[in-house]
C-alpha cells in the first residue's frame, strides 16, 4: 500500500492499537539470553542486538520498583548461581539464566516482613539510571519505535515476595494484605512514571507485567480478582490513559476468564497468549476482536520442528485471521527458548514480514 510506504513503528502500533490497519503487522519478541548466546555462534552478528537485526518495534524503558534489598552473591558453580533479590529473597539461577529461576526463599513470610518491605517503597529520583535511560530513550526516538513504561504490578509483583503456596490462601485469609501490596505497587509505578515524565521523557504505552494464570485458568476466580486486585489495576490503567497512553498487558497462562474485567476497565492489548495454556488467538479475536489488541499466540514449538511447513502454517493461518481490521501485533506466545536456531527464527521472521503485509 503505497500510502504506507513510509511508514514508522510508532506509526505502525498506534494504527493497529486503534484497531486500523497499517501497512503490515507490526514485529516484537523476547529470545532468553541463551537464546541469544547460540545465535551469535550460528550466525547473528557481533555487536547487533536481535531486537535490532530482527527490526523489533517496541522498546522498553523502566525504573526500579523494588524494596532495593541488598543483592548479593552467595555461591557459584560452573552451572549455577545463588543469589540474594532486591525483593528480600534467595533465587537459584543457571549461570546462562536460560530458564526461570529457582526460588529458594522469599523475603516475606509474616505481614510485619511486608510492614518492613513496605517502608523501603519511597519513590526517589535515584531508582532512575539516568545516564542509561537517556541514551537509550533518544537512541530509541531517533528510530520512531513505539516507547513503552514497563513495570511488574498486581499478583505478580506479590509472588516476587511471597511463596505462591503461601501467597494463595491468604487470598481467601487476609484479602486485605495482598490488596494493600497491590495498591502499594501501583503508588510506585504511577509515581516512579510521573518522575520520568517531569524531566521530559514520554511514553505511547504502559506495558505491565502481571501473571495471572496457570495452564487451565486463572490462580483465583474473576470475583476475587475484582475484589483484591482489580482497583489498584483500574487506578493504574486510568492514570496511563490519562496521560495519552495505551495499556498493554503481560499476564502468562489462561487468563481467559479475567478478560472480560480487564476490558471493564479499559485495557488496551493483551499479551502473550500462551498456546499451551488453551489462549487461542484465533478465537479470541473472534470474541473480542472490536474491543481487545492481542500481541502473540504463534507457538514457539512450531519454530523448531524439523518440518519448516508446520511454522508456515501456524504464522499463516493465524495472521490470516489475527490482522483484519488491525488489533495484532506479533510476538510469539511467551519468549524465543534455546532449542530455535539462528536459521529457524530467521524463516520465522521471513514469514511474519509476508503473511503480515496487508
Same mark, same amino acid.
Given at each position: 500500500?503505497?500510502?504506507?510506504?513510509?511508514?514508522?513503528?510508532?506509526? %505502525?502500533?498506534?494504527?493497529?492499537? *486503534?484497531?486500523?490497519?497499517?501497512?503490515?503487522?507490526?514485529?516484537?519478541?523476547?529470545?532468553?539470553?541463551? &537464546?541469544? &548466546?547460540?545465535?551469535?555462534?550460528?550466525?547473528?552478528?557481533?555487536?547487533?542486538?536481535?531486537?535490532?537485526?530482527?527490526?523489533?518495534?517496541?522498546?522498553?524503558?523502566?525504573?526500579?520498583?523494588?524494596?532495593?534489598?541488598?543483592?548479593?552473591?552467595?555461591?557459584?558453580?560452573?552451572?549455577?548461581?545463588?543469589?540474594? &533479590?532486591?525483593?528480600?529473597?534467595?533465587?537459584?539461577?543457571?549461570?546462562?539464566?536460560?530458564?526461570?529461576?529457582?526460588?529458594?526463599?522469599?523475603?516475606?513470610?509474616? @505481614?510485619?516482613?511486608?510492614?518492613? =518491605?513496605? @517502608?523501603?517503597?519511597?519513590? +526517589?529520583?535515584?531508582?532512575? *539510571?539516568?545516564?542509561?535511560?537517556?541514551?537509550?530513550?533518544?537512541?530509541?526516538? +531517533?528510530?520512531?519505535?513505539?516507547?513503552?513504561?514497563? =513495570?511488574? &504490578?498486581?499478583? *505478580?509483583?506479590?509472588?516476587?515476595?511471597?511463596? =505462591?503456596?503461601?501467597?494463595?490462601?491468604?487470598?481467601?485469609?487476609?484479602?486485605?494484605?495482598i490488596r494493600d501490596m497491590a495498591e502499594t505497587q501501583a503508588d510506585m509505578v504511577i509515581e516512579m512514571a510521573k518522575i520520568l515524565?517531569?524531566?521530559?521523557?514520554?511514553?505511547?504505552?504502559?506495558?505491565?507485567?502481571? *501473571?495471572?494464570?496457570? @495452564?487451565?485458568?486463572?490462580?483465583?476466580?474473576? %470475583?476475587?480478582?475484582?475484589?483484591?486486585?482489580?482497583?489498584?489495576?483500574?487506578?493504574?490503567?486510568?492514570?496511563?490513559?490519562?496521560?495519552?497512553?495505551?495499556?498493554?498487558?503481560?499476564?502468562?497462562?489462561?487468563?481467559?476468564?479475567?478478560?472480560?474485567?480487564?476490558?471493564?476497565?479499559?485495557?488496551?492489548?493483551?499479551?502473550?497468549?500462551?498456546?499451551?495454556?488453551?489462549?487461542?488467538?484465533?478465537?479470541?479475536?473472534?470474541?473480542?476482536?472490536?474491543?481487545?489488541?492481542?500481541?502473540?499466540?504463534?507457538?514457539?514449538?512450531?519454530?523448531?520442528?524439523?518440518?519448516?511447513?508446520?511454522?508456515?502454517?501456524?504464522?499463516?493461518?493465524?495472521?490470516?485471521?489475527?490482522?483484519?481490521?488491525?488489533?495484532?501485533?506479533?510476538?510469539?506466545?511467551?519468549?524465543?527458548?534455546?532449542?530455535? +536456531?539462528? =536459521?529457524?527464527?530467521?524463516?520465522?521472521?521471513?514469514?511474519? %514480514?509476508?503473511?503480515?503485509?496487508?
Amino acid at each position: 500500500m503505497s500510502e504506507h510506504s513510509a511508514m514508522t513503528p510508532k506509526e %505502525r502500533i498506534r494504527l493497529v492499537l *486503534d484497531h486500523k490497519e497499517p501497512d503490515r503487522v507490526p514485529v516484537h519478541d523476547s529470545p532468553w539470553g541463551a &537464546t541469544v &548466546t547460540r545465535w551469535l555462534r550460528e550466525g547473528l552478528p557481533d555487536g547487533i542486538s536481535p531486537s535490532d537485526y530482527f527490526g523489533y518495534e517496541l522498546r522498553a524503558f523502566g525504573t526500579d520498583t523494588t524494596p532495593q534489598y541488598p543483592v548479593r552473591v552467595l555461591e557459584k558453580s560452573a552451572e549455577y548461581i545463588v543469589e540474594t &533479590t532486591a525483593y528480600g529473597g534467595v533465587r537459584k539461577n543457571h549461570r546462562d539464566y536460560s530458564t526461570t529461576p529457582e526460588l529458594i526463599d522469599y523475603g516475606i513470610k509474616e @505481614r510485619q516482613d511486608w510492614e518492613a =518491605a513496605k @517502608r523501603r517503597l519511597q519513590p +526517589s529520583f535515584t531508582r532512575v *539510571d539516568w545516564v542509561s535511560l537517556k541514551e537509550a530513550y533518544d537512541r530509541a526516538n +531517533s528510530e520512531s519505535l513505539y516507547l513503552t513504561f514497563d =513495570a511488574i &504490578t498486581g499478583y *505478580d509483583l506479590c509472588q516476587a515476595y511471597i511463596r =505462591a503456596d503461601i501467597l494463595l490462601p491468604l487470598l481467601i485469609t487476609d484479602p486485605d494484605w495482598i490488596r494493600d501490596m497491590a495498591e502499594t505497587q501501583a503508588d510506585m509505578v504511577i509515581e516512579m512514571a510521573k518522575i520520568l515524565m517531569a524531566q521530559g521523557y514520554r511514553f505511547d504505552a504502559a506495558f505491565l507485567f502481571n *501473571d495471572m494464570g496457570f @495452564r487451565t485458568g486463572p490462580f483465583f476466580s474473576p %470475583r476475587m480478582y475484582r475484589s483484591i486486585f482489580m482497583p489498584a489495576d483500574r487506578r493504574l490503567f486510568d492514570y496511563f490513559h490519562s496521560q495519552g497512553m495505551k495499556v498493554i498487558l503481560h499476564s502468562c497462562g489462561n487468563v481467559k476468564l479475567l478478560i472480560p474485567d480487564l476490558l471493564d476497565i479499559g485495557l488496551d492489548c493483551l499479551q502473550p497468549l500462551e498456546v499451551k495454556a488453551g489462549m487461542d488467538l484465533i478465537a479470541l479475536k473472534r470474541e473480542y476482536g472490536p474491543d481487545l489488541v492481542f500481541m502473540g499466540g504463534i507457538d514457539v514449538r512450531t519454530m523448531n520442528d524439523p518440518d519448516p511447513n508446520v511454522a508456515e502454517r501456524e504464522i499463516a493461518t493465524k495472521f490470516t485471521a489475527a490482522k483484519v481490521g488491525g488489533g495484532y501485533i506479533y510476538h510469539s506466545d511467551h519468549s524465543i527458548p534455546n532449542n530455535v +536456531s539462528f =536459521a529457524q527464527y530467521c524463516r520465522v521472521m521471513e514469514l511474519v %514480514r509476508q503473511y503480515g503485509q496487508y
